[in-house]
């Protein structure tokens, strides 16, 4: 028997592996298992070449349990090793600089464990004792290994009459749960599914008699042929579904697949596919798995596809990607932004392919397709660029259009005196019914934008695209949205215009951060007599902070009380009866204070008239101070004013009806107010 010390120039391996790989136990399976399907492979290679004559066999690969001997053994029957190779290959671990690296990635299990080709001594994460039990292809003698976790192994020639290689875990008193069928069947489906060699895992169990029994059929627990490894061309439809379901048995059927087949100047395959989502659950759920020839490395492939398309489903496969190194290296390397960019460029190439050939079918699946492609534009401008070609707009009657296509189809109607194009835009159709109605009745088409970032994608595509400005419907009154001349001016006189001010804004409702800020506007008789419509770019700032994060400025504006115009349609019949009866009502208290007010007013001017050109230190003291008493006195005046309005104003329940019919066009009124309003109507009618 031969005795020896493990190669290794630190001290002793084990505890580093025991103590720092703790994390990632579990794939201490994925390495021994594809070291035994490298072994298989480099049979097949040897046979098919001739450089190995004997019986190939079956060469299905094992594992198997035993709870009462407390072992887990993975048997292959490749390559196996003679003496030698086991003094090369195992005994000797090539470990340079192995400290400063260990320090360095001790988070990082796959690091380490790729890093060294320490593969095989992952073993030790889970097992006091591991044995070689392997006879070479070649005639050398059969060789049993034994390595109890020291440094020290024993290593000597022992019976095995068949070609291949046991390794034998004596799975220690911590790591129990290794010994549990459900444990191990669990990390071989996720590891190792897709393997390119037969994994048998125990025996297949049928149901007979509401009992499970033991068939004698091997479980094979992969798909050596998974769909991505196969050519595009042997593949249907069909194939492609049927995958997808392999990799995803809960999830709903796809949208479409892009098979993924790149070997200059790197080496890559796969299939991603686009999901079907319908709420952030399923966004979590199931991610893209990333192989290294066909063994299971990660789902989390953030830095490798670009941000946006981590929402995909599928699986991508490269030797190429350094699986082996940390995440912030992965984000740097050439190889890997290629790659991304590559994948950009596949999901791009084929999305305007089916927008090309299939017009019909990709508008109706827009409305699952838009977070990816809207996210996408956002993010990356090259797909920007290929993206506005087949992004579609959809108009509140459901049709939709390239962003090309939209501006022919408005241009001629909806361009402005500055020449600006205006997109009109509602953001629900039902809450904005109104507006939508009176665009529509201008002449003007109204797009729905109701995505999750549009408001986002509404700034980009009125930076990228010049005079074009988006404006949500209730922005403004109808004959303001799209501005063509100036407007017409309000044939009120200042007098009328306060009071129709004062009427209105002492019945408002006081709303919890709501400001009204009433307007007059000469609109259409037929027009609405009053409606309330909130500023574009106020309101726009306070959807970005609600979806914007961190921003400071943006927070400032989520802070800020909605404000609202109110604005008073000075040309509706309404609106003059409204005056004449104030008129009527009022013009005995109001004429002499609008006289007195015109009195001090009149002093005011002569005053501040004498001193225009002076600065303020050279104005008398005195006449400062008849100033201030001028100001007083005016102030006072006009509260006494707006008081008579108010109290007018009280006894005509008209005006709150005109207001709360406004707020109900606008999905304000709610509540108290609400059952208020439908009680006024009613005596209304009476
Ligand atoms: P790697 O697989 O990266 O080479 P490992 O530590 O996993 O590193 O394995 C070290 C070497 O041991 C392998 O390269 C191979 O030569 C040998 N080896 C391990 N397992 C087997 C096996 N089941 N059959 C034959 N050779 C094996
Ligand atoms: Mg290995």
């Known amino acids: 028997m031969a005795k020896g010390n493990i190669g290794v120039t630190t001290d002793n391996i084990f505890p580093v592996i025991k103590k720092f790989l703790y994390s990632d136990h579990e794939i201490f399976l994925r390495e021994l298992v594809s070291n035994a399907v490298d072994a298989t492979q480099k049979l097949k290679t040897l046979a098919s070449v001739g450089e190995y004559q004997g019986e190939v066999g079956d060469l299905q690969v094992e594992v198997k349990l035993d709870a009462e001997a407390g072992t887990l053994t993975i048997s292959d029957r490749g390559v196996g090793m003679t003496a030698e190779e086991i003094e090369k290959y195992i005994n000797q671990i090539a470990f340079s600089g192995a400290t400063d690296f260990l320090d360095k990635y001790k988070e990082d299990a796959n690091a380490i464990i790729g890093h060294f080709g320490l593969g095989f001594y992952s073993a030790f994460m889970v097992a006091k004792q591991v044995e070689i039990f392997t006879k070479s292809y070649t005639d050398a003698p059969a060789q049993h290994w034994s390595c109890d976790g020291s440094p020290e192994y024993t290593l000597e020639a022992c019976d095995k009459a068949e070609r291949g290689t046991d390794i034998v875990l004596h799975i220690d008193d911590d790591n129990k749960d290794f010994l549990e069928e459900a444990r191990i069947s669990g990390l071989l489906t996720k ?75 790197f080496n890559l395959t796969g299939i991603l596919y686009f999901p079907r989502i319908k709420n952030n659950i399923d966004l979590q759920r199931n991610k893209i798995q990333l192989y290294c020839n066909q063994v299971f490395v990660t789902d989390s492939v953030e830095g490798i596809v670009p941000d946006f398309l981590t929402l995909l489903h599928g699986v991508i496969d490269s030797p190429d990607i350094p699986l082996n190194v940390s995440r912030s290296y992965l984000q740097s390397d050439q190889n890997v932004k290629k790659i991304s960019t590559h994948i950009t460029k596949k999901v791009a190439d084929r999305l305007q392919e089916i927008f090309k050939n299939e017009r019909a079918s990709f508008e109706e699946k827009w409305d699952a397709l838009r977070i990816f492609i809207v996210y996408g534009m956002l993010s990356d401008e090259k797909f920007y660029d290929r993206a506005k070609e087949f992004a579609l707009l959809q108009n509140v009657d459901g049709k939709a259009f390239t962003f090309t296509e939209y501006k022919d189809l408005i241009s001629v109607e909806q361009t402005d005196k500055d020449g600006n194009v205006i997109y009109l835009y509602a953001t629900n159709a039902e809450e904005q019914h109104a507006y939508i109605e009176a665009a529509k009745n201008k002449g003007y088409d109204v797009l729905l934008m109701d995505g999750q970032l549009d408001i986002h994608w509404i700034s980009q595509l009125e930076q990228k695209n010049e005079k074009s400005r988006f404006v949500r419907v209730d922005s403004d009154v109808v004959e303001k949205l799209i501005v063509k001349a100036d407007a017409p001016k309000v044939t009120l006189n200042a007098e009328q215009q306060t009071a129709l001010t004062s009427l209105f804004q002492s019945q408002l409702p006081k709303l919890n951060k709501t400001e009204f800020l009433v307007t007059m506007e000469q609109l259409g008789a037929d027009d609405q007599p009053i409606v309330i419509t909130q500023n574009e770019f106020m309101r726009r700032m306070k959807d970005m902070s609600a979806t914007g994060g961190g921003n400071p400025m943006m927070s400032f504006y989520g802070e800020m009380p909605d404000s609202y115009n109110l604005v008073v349609n000075t040309a509706h019949p309404l609106v003059d009866v409204l005056l004449k009866e104030e008129d009527a009502a009022c013009s005995e208290k109001i004429n002499p204070l609008v006289d007195a007010i015109g009195q001090l007013e009149k002093r005011r001017n002569e005053i501040k008239d004498t001193h225009k050109d002076k600065k303020d230190e050279e104005v008398p003291q005195a006449e400062k101070a008849e100033l201030e008493t001028l100001d007083k006195q005016i102030g006072e005046l006009s509260a006494q004013k707006k008081t008579v309005y108010a109290t007018f104003a009280a006894t005509q329940p008209k005006i709150k009806q005109l207001i709360d019919i406004a707020l109900l066009a606008n999905n304000m009124l709610k509540g108290k107010d609400l059952s208020d309003f439908v009680k006024r109507s009613i005596s209304l009618l009476k």
């Not at 895992?201 to 042929?225: L, R």
């Not at 042997?234 to 809960?250: I, Q, S, V």
């Open 191 to 265: 590891y190792c599914k897709f393997l390119p060699v037969p994994i048998a895992f125990g025996t297949k169990k049928e149901w007979k008699d509401g009992k499970e029994v033991e068939t004698n059929e091997p479980n094979i627990i992969n798909n050596p042929e998974p769909a991505w490894t196969k050519k595009p061309a042997d593949l249907k439809d069909e194939d492609y579904a049927n995958f997808y379901r392999e990799l995803y048995p809960y999830a709903e059927d796809p949208l479409f697949h892009i098979h993924l087949n790149v070997d200059y100047p």
